[in-house]
């Protein structure tokens, strides 16, 4: 690329475990490349999957290609994908073996080392699993690699319970939340839960994910639902989203619940 003024957008999304980041990260990344936009997504969960839509097949990780290769270069861990999107996966340690974290801190201290991430991108997206409370996972906020966070969460109990714990993370590495996506399981009053969690966080509702069987069409072809399906309500509500996020200024410090304060605000909704 050349060398311009671009002011880089650098965003993590965290998020409870298999609450949607990945769909999440990989459709935005898709929508704003649309745009003309370089874009860069770094896969911070061990599981390695957030690029595979992105790639249409699962990326080499970086703490793989470093088992493999003493010095690693750029084109052997920074692939190429759907409308030129930067793919990267950091990867983690087998099942039951080490810290899971521990990949985020290898593979961003390469990325760093080898002049992996440029400054002439648009936008930078971190996928991190929602343990931020683990060293490695804080990497991206603790590191200064990005600049704002949001969290991808439903309305269910276990879902908002993470999230305030990632809002508990975020507060105390000083780092600023700028809001929740709500990524629709379809259960009563989602919605206004959601908003009046985002509330009590001192930060917004920022967007709102259908749930819609297009996802899972598309993640079986290892395909976003913007590639697959463009023209559907469900690429315009991925559009829609990354706009937003693009254009949000409202960042906050959390002022996450502590325990009691949780169980009262769920226990307001089961007597609606």
Do not use: W
Not at 61 to 85: M, R
Not at 87 to 112: T, W, Y
Not at 212 to 224: D, G, M, P
Request: hydrophobic content about 35%; glycine content about 8%.
């Amino acid at each position: 690329m050349n060398q311009s003024n671009k002011k880089t957008k650098k965003i993590a999304i965290y998020g409870k475990g298999g609450i949607g980041k990945s769909t999440t990260v990989s459709n935005i990344a898709t929508a704003y490349s649309n745009l003309n936009k370089d874009v860069m997504v770094i896969g911070c969960d061990p599981k390695a999957d957030t690029t595979r839509t992105l790639m249409g097949r699962r990326l080499p990780t970086i703490l793989n290609t470093i088992k493999e290769k003493k010095s690693p270069q750029l084109n052997d861990i920074i692939f190429k994908g759907f409308n030129n999107v930067l793919c990267v996966e950091s990867g983690g340690p087998e099942p039951g073996v080490g810290c899971a974290g521990r990949g985020i801190i290898v593979a961003m201290n390469l990325l760093e080392k080898i002049h992996g991430i440029s400054d002439n991108l648009d936008l930078i997206l971190y996928d991190v699993l929602g343990d931020v409370v683990c060293g490695g996972f804080a990497v991206p906020l603790r590191e200064e690699y990005a600049d704002e966070v949001y969290i991808v969460s439903s309305g269910e109990y276990m879902s908002l319970y993470a999230a305030n714990n990632i809002s508990k993370g975020v507060k105390k590495l000083k780092g600023k939340l700028a809001g929740i996506i709500l990524n629709s399981k379809g259960i009563s009053n989602e919605a206004k839960i959601v908003n009046d969690f985002a509330k009590k966080l001192s930060t917004t509702l920022v967007g709102v994910i259908p749930r819609n069987e297009l996802v899972q069409k598309s993640e079986i072809e290892a395909k976003t639902v913007v590639e697959k399906f463009p023209q559907s309500n469900q690429a315009k509500s991925y559009e829609n989203l990354i706009i937003d996020m693009i254009n949000n200024k409202n960042l906050s410090t959390p002022s996450p619940f502590d325990d009691d304060e949780f169980e009262e605000f769920f226990l307001n909704y089961s007597k609606e």
